[in-house]
C-alpha cells in the first residue's frame, strides 16, 4: 500500500474537520477578539448529542441515514443554543472588560461544559454504534472510504456554504463590518450584539456536525474529547492567520495534513536500524530486520503542537495573515 | 420652533474633566441650507459632532431633529433619525470593497434576516438586489461608480472622501454631517468636493460642515456659526461673519 497517497487521503479528511471546527475559533476571535476555549466542548456536545439520538433510535429499525439526520436535527439547534448561550451569559457582560476576563471565562466555561456532559453522559468512552455499512474504494494504491468521502464532502459544502453567507450576504457584510469597527458599524445601523451572537451561533452550528463525523469517523465519544480537538482547531487557525476565515480552511487542513504524514512517516524516520552508519551499535537489535523506533504513530498528537509552536515563533500572524484592525 | 428649523441645538455642553470643550452652544439649522461650523483647532467643533450623533454623551442640553426631541444616547438611534455623519480622519471598513461600505450603510434601512437570506428566500433576495443597487446608484452619485469593486483601503485619497459621504447618504438621512470633509485635498479635489455638497443640498439634503479651508466655507455655506474655547461666538451669514471682530479676534489673537 502506498503510504504516502494513504496519509494525504487520511490528513485531509482529519484536516476539513479541523478547519470546520478553527472556523468557530477564528469567526469568533475576528469579530471580538475573543479565543472561545469553550468551543472544542461545543464539538463534544454535537457527538454526544448524535449518539444518544442514534442509540435511542438504533432498534427502531429505521435507514441510517434517517437516524444521523434525526441526530443531526437533534444537535444542530442544540449546540446553535449552546452557542447563544455561552455568548449570552458569558461573554457579553465582559464585553467591555479587559481582554484577559473573557479569555479566563472561556476556559472556566470549558471546564463548566465539560463536567456537565461528564454527569450526563458518563466517564466511559462511549462507542458510536457502527450503523453506517462502510464501502472500502482502491485507489492507486490506497483505500478510500465512503464514510472519508462523506466527511470530506461535507466539510467542503459547509465551507461554501459559510463563504456564501461572510462574502455575499448582509449578515456576513454586517459580519465583517462588525469585525473592522464596531462602532462604526454601529453608526451604520448594524445591530452589533445580534451580528456577534449570530457569529457564535453560526460557528456552534458547525462544531455540531463536526462533533457528528469526529464521532462517526473514530467511532468513540468521551466528555474530555473537545479539549484536544479543540486545540488543535486553534492551532490549525493559528497556523491560517488567527480571525482569517480562509486561513482557517487553509491552516486546517495543512495540519490534517502533516499529522496525517507526520504520524505516517515518523516511526521508519526514527527507525535507528534503517540508518546504516548507526547499525553497528544497535547489531544485536536490528539484526533479521529488526528496528529500533525512537518514535512511533503515538506522537500523532505532537504535530499539531510542534506546527503551533513553529508558527508563533517564526510567524505569529499565520499563513494568510491575522485579521489586522484599523482603529483610528 | 420655526417650521423650516430642521435642528436646534440648546444649550449643549461637554465637559472632559475640568475641560470645558463645549459651553452652552445653541444653533439652529434650516431646511435645505448648508451650515458651516469653524472655529480655531480644539474650539469643540469635532465635539459638537461627536455629542450630536452620540458618539460621546452631553454633559448638558438637548436638541430637536425635525419637530421632534432627538435621542443622542446611542449613535445608530440618531442615525435612525435621519443624521449620518463623516468624520475627520476616514473611517472606511478598509478591508471591504467601496460597495460593500455603502451596502453597510443601507442596514439601518433593511431588515432581511438571516433565515432567509439563509434558505435563498424570495423577498430577502429582492431586498439584497435592492440594497446593491442602491449602493451602486450612490457610487455613481459621488462619482466613483468606477471603484465599486476596490478595497476601500487602495482607493485614492479623495475617493476615500467621497466613499464615506456616499456610506453616510446609504442610510437616508435629512441631515448630512461632514466633519473636514476637505481635509489634505488639492485645488482640484477640493472644487469637485464644493460642487458634490451643492448638488446634495440641491437635491433636498441638509448639510452641516466643518472645515478649515476658509475659502470653502465662505463660497458653499449659506450660514455659518463660530466656535472659540468651546462656546458660539458668531453665527450669520458669511460676509457678516468675517467681519465680526470677535471672529477676527479668535482667529488672529487678542
Known amino acids: 500500500m502506498d503510504t504516502f497517497l494513504q496519509q494525504i487521503i487520511n490528513g485531509l479528511t482529519l484536516g476539513s474537520l479541523y478547519a470546520i471546527v478553527a472556523l468557530g475559533y477564528t469567526m469568533v476571535y475576528g469579530i471580538i477578539q475573543l479565543i472561545n476555549f469553550a468551543h472544542g466542548e461545543v464539538v463534544m456536545f454535537g457527538a454526544m448529542i448524535t449518539l444518544s439520538v442514534i442509540s435511542a433510535a438504533a432498534g427502531s ?6 437516524m444521523i439526520l434525526m441526530g443531526v436535527a437533534v444537535a444542530i439547534p442544540a449546540c446553535m443554543a449552546l452557542g447563544y448561550l455561552l455568548e449570552r451569559a458569558a461573554y457579553r457582560p465582559l464585553r467591555k472588560a479587559p481582554r484577559l476576563a473573557p479569555l479566563i471565562t472561556a476556559i472556566g466555561m470549558s471546564i463548566v461544559l465539560q463536567q456537565i456532559a461528564l454527569m450526563i453522559w458518563s466517564r466511559n468512552i462511549l462507542s458510536f454504534p457502527q450503523i453506517l455499512p462502510v464501502t472500502l474504494y482502491e485507489v492507486a494504491g490506497a ?5 472519508q468521502i462523506i466527511i470530506i464532502g461535507l466539510c467542503l459544502v459547509m465551507m461554501t456554504g459559510l463563504a456564501w453567507i461572510v462574502y455575499g450576504s448582509r449578515l456576513g457584510t454586517a459580519m465583517r463590518a462588525t469585525a473592522e469597527n464596531p462602532e462604526i458599524a454601529r453608526l451604520m445601523g448594524v445591530d452589533v450584539d445580534r451580528v456577534i451572537a449570530m457569529t457564535f451561533i453560526i460557528g456552534a452550528g458547525l ?3 463536526a462533533g457528528l463525523m469526529v464521532g462517526i469517523y473514530y467511532g468513540l465519544a468521551h466528555y474530555t474529547m473537545g479539549a484536544t480537538l479543540g486545540l488543535k482547531a486553534f492551532s490549525a487557525a493559528v497556523l491560517g492567520g488567527i480571525g482569517n476565515i480562509p486561513g482557517a480552511m487553509v491552516g486546517g487542513i495543512l495540519l490534517g495534513l502533516v499529522e496525517a504524514l507526520g504520524a505516517g512517516y515518523i516511526g521508519e524516520l526514527t527507525d535507528l536500524c534503517g540508518y546504516s552508519t548507526l547499525n553497528f551499535l544497535f547489531q544485536s537489535r536490528c539484526a533479521d530486520g529488526g528496528n529500533l523506533v525512537l518514535f512511533g504513530s503515538n506522537y ?6 510542534v506546527v503551533l509552536i513553529l508558527v508563533l515563533v517564526f510567524r505569529p500572524s499565520g499563513l494568510l495573515g491575522e485579521r489586522v484592525a484599523d482603529r483610528a | 420652533m420655526n417650521p423650516s428649523c430642521l435642528l436646534e441645538a440648546q444649550a449643549i455642553s461637554k465637559r472632559f474633566g475640568g475641560v ?11 431646511q435645505c441650507e448648508i451650515y458651516g461650523l469653524i472655529g480655531p483647532n480644539g474650539a469643540g467643533k469635532t465635539t459638537f459632532f461627536n455629542v450630536l450623533t452620540g458618539l460621546c454623551t452631553a454633559s448638558s442640553g ?5 419637530g421632534a426631541p432627538l435621542d443622542i444616547s446611542a449613535p445608530h438611534l440618531v442615525a435612525q433619525a435621519g443624521i449620518a455623519r463623516t468624520f475627520q480622519n476616514i473611517r472606511l471598513f478598509a ?4 460597495l460593500e461600505n455603502v451596502m453597510v450603510g443601507r442596514h439601518l434601512r433593511t431588515h432581511a434576516g438571516v433565515i432567509g437570506a439563509v434558505l435563498g428566500c424570495a423577498a430577502t433576495r429582492a431586498e439584497e438586489n435592492a440594497i446593491q443597487q442602491r449602493a451602486v446608484e450612490l457610487l455613481h452619485y459621488v462619482g466613483i461608480a468606477d471603484r465599486a469593486n476596490h478595497l476601500a483601503r487602495n482607493l485614492p485619497y479623495g475617493d476615500q472622501r467621497r466613499l464615506e459621504i456616499a456610506r453616510a447618504l446609504a442610510t437616508d438621512p435629512k441631515l448630512l454631517a461632514l466633519d473636514e470633509p476637505a481635509a489634505g485635498m488639492n485645488a482640484t479635489e477640493t472644487a469637485a468636493l464644493r460642487v458634490l455638497i451643492e448638488g446634495l443640498r440641491n437635491d433636498g439634503l441638509t448639510v452641516m460642515l466643518i472645515e478649515h479651508d476658509v475659502k470653502l466655507v465662505m463660497g458653499l455655506c449659506d450660514r455659518v456659526a463660530v466656535l472659540d474655547y468651546g462656546e458660539k461666538i458668531a453665527e450669520d451669514v458669511p460676509e457678516n461673519v468675517q467681519r465680526n471682530s470677535k471672529v477676527i479676534e479668535a482667529y488672529l489673537g487678542a
Not at chain 1, 500523532?300 to 503542537?305: N, P, R
Request: cysteine-free; charged content about 10%.
Open chain 2, 95 to 98: 478591508n471591504m470593497t467601496a
Open chain 1, 207 to 209: 462544531a455540531a456536525v
Open chain 2, 20 to 30: 470645558r470643550a463645549l459651553h452652552e452652544v445653541s444653533l439652529t439649522i434650516r
Open chain 1, 61 to 66: 429499525g429505521l435507514p441510517p441515514a434517517a
Open chain 1, 300 to 305: 500523532q498528537d505532537v504535530f499539531a503542537f
Open chain 1, 143 to 147: 483505500s478510500v472510504s465512503s464514510l
Open chain 2, 62 to 66: 438637548n436638541f430637536n431633529f425635525a
